[in-house]
Nanobody, 121 residues
Framework: QLVESGGGLVKSGGSLTLSCAAS????????FGWFRQAPGKEREGVSC????????QYSDSVKGRFAISRDEATSTVYLQMNDLKPEDTGVYFC????????????????WGRGTPVTVSS
């Protein structure tokens, strides 16, 4: 089960940290990604961290502002979001990919329900 938390309302330029609690997952076999869906738009990949934590991926729109990390000890995946912009508004989903590295090129195996992020201008 993947459960996201940490979303909320923030002003432009502010920061938020999203958390994804991955219960029931043996973290060493899973890559994790963050995706978002803005109102009226399709879901898009934001960031991905490989199962060994060595390969990080970011969409061009968040590169340099967001940072993904994982903590095997607590089975948690984080997304640190800095310098937020109104276009970052959306529902953010955590997802898991088994035994593969590339979240952006594979269909994810498990999804959370999402946490909303609203960035005001």
């Amino acid at each position: 089960q993947l459960v996201e938390s940490g979303g909320g309302l923030v002003k432009s330029g502010g920061s938020l940290t999203l958390s994804c609690a991955a219960s029931g997952f043996d973290m060493y076999y899973w890559s994790f990604g963050w995706f978002r869906q803005a109102p009226g738009k399709e879901r898009e990949g934001v960031s991905c961290i490989s199962l060994d934590g060595k390969w990080l991926q970011y969409s061009d729109s968040v590169k340099g502002r967001f940072a993904i990390s994982r903590d095997e000890a607590t089975s948690t995946v984080y997304l640190q979001m800095n310098d937020l912009k109104p276009e970052d508004t959306g529902v953010y989903f955590c997802a898991a990919l088994e035994l593969r590295h590339d979240c952006f090129s594979n269909a994810m195996d498990s999804w959370g329900r999402g946490t909303p992020v609203t960035v005001s201008s």
